[in-house]
């Protein structure tokens, strides 16, 4: 019991009220005897093994469901009761149930706007950038923006011609691309390259100094190579959205139609029950509610509101919602960014980076803004989710939480957040569990960045508190997980193996006495993501009275040797009792995309 119930701080307390409100629900967690007079499911899974995350209950065969709530749970013959007439009857033939997954931090419309753009995940080097860009040009018409992400200067197998400290310059891509602004953004999403076009029309020279929280890099002569780090971004991002503000409403909601169907469609696929979106605008929200509204969200949201703090303070009470349209829509919390990524040198360290002294990285917000931001979020009832990746980042932002926590020490159950926590001062990580923080992180992070963690925090540092799972969970603090998508791929299976396994693409091992246990691994990806969002009472686990998110795999995770983990696929994602994919009939994306691009002619490519 206590290995399901190690959630927070003040675990003793909730967990105690947890099993109360199980062990009281109105409908048992087993199903009465063969022969029990009950009123027929709508739904029945059988004959599989139903892995819970349930205390009372662990493992199952069988569970039925009516309307979006969970029954009862059981074995298959206690189960059997309910199988009517009309019940739809999956039969799982010894596959795994596993409580839906929740993606604990990703960007909902930013997979779909990737998907409409350049995918440069796999990209060897950046002649293979150039080539996908020369044939974007020729189907696209003069002035087009080409668009594209996912590129990383540390994956690429050769260092670009003419490369400043290995990252490329724009003269070959603005000569491929004269008339159409080139805007490619880095994997992280924290750094990007522009074109001699883009750079043009966002007025940027020689003379245009770095913003505060960025840097526009250049060369020796002072001239801009085309690499934006971090807030420096924002100079291309404003002239780009110029050229989209000259659509037509009608153009623009299409096109966010087009990228939320795809997201959708993507997470549905890879068995995401719940997404956790880390920062919208509250236009973005506004259309969210309306796609909620027609019954077109086919899973369910959770937002957090990012804007500055003027618009925070006018319009954060117009939008506190929970569990909106069948509860497809919540936004109760708020996300803010202090620091960069490791990947694009843009984490604030307390020291500077082993391979580039000169920096110890950006301070992106103000510690007056956030804490500015942490006051409106007290007085409007909002959780506060801070995205800190470098030491000194989560130690500013643990200072923050502190003094903000004793100014309200009237608040209680806050649950206040730390986006990424990825790299962490050996002195700061029992703070989390002292002051109640979630760390919310992404296994797959570790294995994607973990070939260069070392690189450019030396060794010390990141044996220390780079992805310190284990540290952090074994203190008391609740650990979450996720995919940053459209940083990574949203895909939990490869997210889980991550956390498992913590194995590079060479077969070492990063920091193995930090990885999940397989047991911790799936509660990170369920009950704990549904108790950084307040949802613990609702899902997270397979228990009567919770909702019925469901996640059907075709191969057991949590037993088959940890190198097939990642063969196993997603055979249904059920939301709420209904089934919103199965794989035998999977809706092609490549078809909704042709689409997009036949029908949308103001399209980026």
Same mark, same amino acid.
């Given at each position: ?57 662990? /493992? @199952?065969?069988?569970? #039925?469901?009516? !309307?979006?709530? $969970? +029954?009862?749970? *059981?074995?298959?013959? &206690? ?55 020369? /044939? @974007?040009?020729?189907? #696209?018409?003069? !002035?087009?923006? $080409? +668009?594209?992400? *996912?590129?990383?200067? &540390? ?70 190579? *085309?690499?934006?780090? &971090? ?19 009608e153009e623009l909601e299409a096109q ?181 923080v979630i760390a919310s992180m992404q ?30 969970t074994k203190s008391g603090a609740v ?127």
């Open positions: 019991m206590k290995r399901w119930c190690n959630l927070s701080p003040n675990r003793g307390k909730w967990c105690w009220t947890f099993i109360f409100l199980l062990c009281t629900a109105p409908i048992a967690a087993c199903a009465t005897g063969r022969g029990a007079s009950v009123e027929p499911a709508d739904l029945v899974l059988h004959n599989g093994k139903i892995v819970t995350v349930d205390p009372i209950r662990p /493992e @199952a065969q069988a569970l #039925a469901v009516r !309307g979006d709530t $969970i +029954l009862a749970v *059981g074995s298959t013959e &206690e189960i059997e009761p309910y199988i009517g007439s009309r019940t739809e009857v999956i039969d799982l033939q010894g596959k795994l149930a596993v409580p839906g997954f929740i993606e604990g931090h990703g960007h909902f419309m930013g997979i779909g706007e990737a998907k409409t753009n350049l995918d440069l995940m796999k990209v060897k080097n950046w002649d293979e950038i150039e080539a996908l860009v020369a /044939e @974007a040009i020729r189907r #696209a018409e003069p !002035g087009q923006w $080409i +668009l594209g992400r *996912g590129w990383h200067q &540390e994956k690429w197998d050769k260092i670009p011609t003419g490369a400043i400290k290995g990252l490329p310059i724009h003269r070959s891509m603005s000569k491929l691309s004269p008339q159409n602004p080139v805007f490619v953004t880095h994997a992280s999403g924290h750094a990007c390259f522009a074109n001699a076009k883009a750079m043009e029309l966002a007025g940027v020279t020689r003379e245009t100094p770095n913003p505060p929280g960025g840097e526009i890099v250049k060369d020796r002569g002072g001239n801009p190579i *085309g690499i934006f780090r &971090e807030t420096a971004q924002r100079l291309i991002g404003e002239a780009l959205a110029k050229d989209r503000a000259r659509r037509s409403p966010a139609r087009t990228q939320a169907e795809l997201a959708m469609q993507d997470c549905l696929s890879k068995g995401i029950t719940s997404f956790q979106d880390a920062g919208a605008s509250f236009e973005t929200i506004d259309f969210l509610k309306k796609l909620a509204e027609e019954g077109k969200l086919r899973l369910r949201l959770y937002m957090m509101v990012r804007e500055d703090n003027d618009r925070l303070a006018q319009l954060l009470p117009q939008y506190k919602t929970i569990n909106r349209s069948d509860g497809r829509l919540t936004v109760r919390a708020i996300k803010r960014t202090i620091d960069g990524a490791l990947g694009s040198h843009g984490a604030w360290l307390l020291e500077p980076y082993s391979d580039l002294p000169g920096s110890t990285g950006f301070n992106t917000a103000g510690i007056g803004g956030i804490t500015q931001t942490a006051k409106l979020a007290i007085q409007h009832g909002f959780q506060l989710c801070v995205h800190a990746i470098g030491d000194r980042a989560n130690r500013e932002v643990l200072n923050i939480y502190e003094k903000v926590f004793q100014e309200h020490s009237d608040e209680e159950d806050l649950r206040w957040r730390i986006e990424h926590a990825q790299h962490l001062h050996a002195q700061d990580i029992p703070r989390f569990a002292q002051l109640g296994g797959i992070h570790c294995t994607s960045d973990g070939p260069w963690v070392t690189k450019r925090l030396g060794e010390k540092r990141a044996q220390e508190g780079a992805y310190v799972w284990q540290k952090l650990v979450t997980n996720g995919t940053d998508a459209p940083v990574e791929d949203v895909d939990p299976i490869a997210c889980f193996y991550a956390s498992v396994s913590r194995k590079l693409n060479d077969e070492t091992v990063f920091y193995p006495q930090q990885r999940m246990s397989r047991e911790q691994a799936l509660k990170s990806y369920t009950l704990n993501g549904a108790y950084a969002a307040f949802e613990e009472d609702i899902k997270g686990s397979l228990t009567a009275g919770k909702l019925a998110d469901i996640t059907v795999l075709s191969k057991d995770i949590m037993t088959i040797p940890e190198d097939e983990i990642r063969s196993a696929r997603v055979l249904y994602t059920i939301v709420g009792g209904k089934v919103m994919y199965r794989a035998e009939v999977r809706r092609q994306e490549s078809e909704v995309r042709s689409q997009y691009i036949r029908e949308n002619p103001f399209r980026s490519v």
